[in-house]
């Protein structure tokens, strides 16, 4: 009876009830009309949606993202000088005047915390500008503050918009090029950030916080029922993929 409840929610995806539409408009197309471009058209976008919403598709892109990490995990218990954690977006509820940290965000700065305590670092660099009241960065720091870091131990970097920026200006921190850094950020979002940060420091050692890949769980069926969880999984994984390369194109320029 569990299995035939999680079918019937997941089945109430508005990601799935589009693709039934969808299933549904392009038959109505073939038996209405002769239009053959336009039921093509039609079946074309239902495999592409169908694809990039059901958990086998986003799980093998994200595994090619983060497979470096997943193979090689890296000890969080290693001596570090600085954490430094990446943010992930901040947005803000302005009837309750008030700014949140993306569940990204939060993640990173969890584990970056964790970290922080454990190595017996200097100072927790929290970096990221945004676009609200306060910036990303000042929020990662007042949460930290919140779960027990102290103030002088907090650095802020709130210039930089995105992974090469992050990497400039916490350059412009440190004068010492050998420090050890322990660089936080999500899996797949972390080679991009591994390879700018190292064009600067010798020593930096990456510690994932999260991961888009997970191992296949629950019915065969329901990892095949489309899902809007998983195509905003593969909206974040393409975005990285383009991110790569365009950052590997301004490298060879």
Same mark, same amino acid.
């Given at each position: 009876m569990n299995e035939i409840?999680?079918?019937l929610r997941?089945?109430?995806?508005?990601?799935?009830?589009?693709f039934i539409l969808l299933v549904i408009s392009f038959f109505a197309v073939l038996? /209405? +009309?002769? !239009?053959?471009?336009?039921?093509?058209?039609? &079946?074309?976008?239902i495999v592409l949606l169908y694809g990039f919403s059901i958990g086998p598709v986003p799980n093998y892109l994200s595994r090619k993202l983060e497979k470096d990490y997943i193979?090689?995990?890296? /000890? +969080?218990? !290693?001596?570090?000088?600085?954490?430094?954690? &990446?943010?992930?977006?901040?947005?803000?509820?302005?009837?309750?005047?008030?700014?949140?940290p993306a569940p990204e965000t939060s993640a990173r700065l969890l584990a970056a915390i964790r970290v922080f305590k454990s190595s017996n670092a200097r100072y927790l660099v929290c970096s990221g500008k945004g676009?609200?009241?306060?910036?990303?960065?000042?929020?990662?720091?007042?949460?930290a503050e919140d779960l027990g870091v102290a103030k002088e131990k907090i650095r802020l970097d709130e210039k930089s918009e995105n992974t090469y920026q992050h990497?400039?200006?916490?350059?412009?921190?440190?004068?010492?090029?050998?420090?050890?850094i322990g660089l936080v950020t999500g899996a797949y979002h972390m080679k991009r950030s591994e390879i700018e940060f190292r064009k600067?420091?010798?020593?930096?050692?990456?510690?994932?916080?999260?991961?888009l890949y997970s191992s296949p769980s629950g019915?065969?069926?329901?990892?095949?029922?489309?899902?809007?969880?998983?195509?905003?999984?593969?909206?974040?994984?393409?975005?990285?993929?383009?991110?790569r390369l365009w950052y590997s194109i301004k490298s060879g320029v």
């Open positions: 409840y999680d079918v997941a089945l109430v995806d508005p990601i799935c009830i589009i038996r /209405s +009309s002769r !239009k053959k471009n336009g039921a093509l058209l039609l &079946l074309l976008a193979q090689n995990p890296v /000890s +969080s218990k !290693k001596p570090l000088d600085v954490v430094v954690v &990446l943010s992930g977006g901040i947005y803000e509820i302005q009837a309750l005047s008030e700014t949140f676009d609200r009241n306060i910036s990303e960065a000042a929020l990662m720091a007042r949460m990497a400039v200006e916490f350059d412009k921190m440190f004068a010492d090029k050998n420090i050890r600067y420091f010798k020593n930096v050692t990456t510690l994932p916080s999260n991961y019915t065969v069926a329901l990892r095949y029922i489309p899902q809007s969880g998983r195509l905003f999984d593969n909206t974040l994984v393409l975005k990285e993929f383009v991110g």
